[in-house]
């Protein structure tokens, strides 16, 4: 958070600036590669400060990377997202206790705590003045959920204290701690985000397999544990995984792709009703007509009528 609104910045200080940020994932992962090659940054400033319930800081920014540690308390921060390889609007994260964020240079953000507690605030100078998304730089922020390396937790502590105008020996040692921080937690932030991606993509196909399922046995289906071992997943992790993915349930989907038939079957054949709600799945006529009507504001007798009326002109 910035400087101006808590006072007490050690080192090179930036306070807020105005601008803009985005996300930019590749960038993170091309600053992790050029860290991981012996890459220097700058240890630019360091807060550690209490933080209250209810406590707000209002948007802003800053020149350089800033990490962010909450050994306690919770609450969110919102980062614009503009320019770069993100969308617009806006990243919301929500931290708890040991959890850490790391803001690109030019990142606009804001923090609002629930559960009061401490931040831990560390400035590092991006290479070359990357970030804000526009020049290709980091953009965004990045989530570390509960930090449980002591050692780590320590460090971020440290470079947070910082040093007042240290020697030439001091903040080298500080650019060389700084750097190291830096590279660990953007480690383990790209890693938490590729096993995430990894596993949204196994849930999507999971879905579109139990999506295809219904939509070829919707006949015959006679429970959500079927559907899901078509799926290759367990009945509860399917339900889950589909209101996730699709904002809403399998039942609903079971529901409408069976309604979706029952429709054309009532324009299109001469069936009674018994008949169609056994072609599409339903136990009997009266709860195919109950989930009809639910669906379509209408009695299935009565929107073969209007439908009828409707082809004859």
């Given at each position: 958070?910035?400087g101006r609104?808590?006072?007490?910045?050690?080192?090179?200080?930036?306070?807020?600036r105005?601008?803009?940020g985005?996300a930019?994932?590749s960038?993170?992962?091309?600053?992790?590669g050029q860290?991981?090659s012996?890459?220097?940054?700058?240890?630019?400033a360091?807060?550690?400060?209490?933080v209250?319930?209810?406590?707000?800081?209002?948007?802003h920014?800053?020149?350089?990377?800033?990490?962010?540690?909450?050994?306690?308390?919770s609450?969110?921060?919102?980062?614009?997202?503009?320019?770069?390889?993100?969308?617009?609007g806006v990243?919301e994260?929500?931290?708890?206790?040991?959890?850490?964020?790391?803001?690109a240079?030019?990142?606009?953000?804001?923090?609002?705590?629930?559960?009061?507690g401490?931040?831990?605030?560390?400035?590092?100078?991006a290479?070359?003045g990357?970030?804000?998304g526009?020049?290709?730089?980091?953009?965004?922020?990045?989530?570390?959920?509960?930090?449980?390396?002591v050692?780590?937790?320590?460090?971020?502590?440290?470079?947070?204290?910082?040093?007042?105008?240290?020697s030439a020996?001091?903040a080298a040692?500080?650019?060389?701690?700084?750097?190291?921080?830096?590279?660990q937690?953007l480690e383990?932030?790209?890693?938490?985000?590729?096993?995430?991606e990894m596993?949204?993509?196994?849930?999507?196909r999971?879905?579109?397999a139990?999506?295809?399922?219904?939509?070829e046995h919707?006949?015959?289906?006679?429970?959500?544990p079927?559907?899901a071992?078509?799926a290759g997943?367990g009945g509860?992790h399917?339900?889950h995984?589909?209101?996730?993915?699709r904002g809403?349930?399998?039942v609903?989907?079971?529901?409408?792709?069976?309604?979706?038939?029952?429709q054309?079957?009532l324009?299109?054949?001469?069936?009674?009703?018994k008949?169609?709600?056994?072609?599409?799945?339903?136990?009997?006529?009266?709860y195919?007509?109950a989930?009809?009507?639910?669906?379509?504001?209408?009695?299935?007798g009565?929107?073969?009528e209007?439908?009828?009326a409707?082809?004859?002109?």
């Amino acid at each position: 958070m910035s400087g101006r609104e808590h006072g007490g910045w050690h080192g090179n200080g930036h306070g807020c600036r105005h601008g803009g940020g985005g996300a930019g994932g590749s960038a993170w992962r091309a600053l992790l590669g050029q860290l991981g090659s012996g890459k220097v940054l700058r240890h630019a400033a360091g807060l550690r400060h209490p933080v209250a319930a209810g406590y707000y800081c209002p948007f802003h920014e800053h020149a350089g990377i800033e990490i962010v540690f909450h050994p306690t308390g919770s609450g969110v921060t919102r980062v614009e997202r503009r320019g770069g390889e993100g969308e617009g609007g806006v990243q919301e994260v929500a931290f708890e206790a040991g959890d850490v964020v790391v803001y690109a240079p030019r990142a606009r953000h804001d923090q609002r705590m629930e559960a009061g507690g401490e931040d831990c605030c560390v400035q590092i100078m991006a290479p070359g003045g990357q970030g804000g998304g526009g020049g290709g730089g980091p953009a965004g922020a990045l989530h570390v959920r509960r930090v449980d390396d002591v050692v780590l937790r320590g460090e971020m502590e440290i470079l947070a204290r910082g040093v007042h105008e240290p020697s030439a020996t001091q903040a080298a040692v500080l650019n060389l701690r700084a750097t190291a921080v830096l590279l660990q937690v953007l480690e383990k932030a790209l890693a938490r985000r590729v096993s995430e991606e990894m596993d949204a993509g196994r849930g999507e196909r999971h879905v579109r397999a139990a999506e295809r399922y219904v939509q070829e046995h919707y006949a015959r289906i006679s429970s959500i544990p079927e559907i899901a071992e078509a799926a290759g997943v367990g009945g509860d992790h399917l339900r889950h995984l589909f209101l996730r993915m699709r904002g809403r349930t399998l039942v609903s989907y079971l529901n409408e792709v069976r309604v979706a038939r029952a429709q054309t079957l009532l324009v299109h054949s001469p069936l009674t009703l018994k008949e169609i709600a056994t072609l599409c799945g339903w136990r009997d006529e009266y709860y195919f007509s109950a989930v009809f009507r639910r669906a379509c504001g209408v009695a299935p007798g009565r929107y073969r009528e209007w439908n009828y009326a409707s082809s004859r002109g």
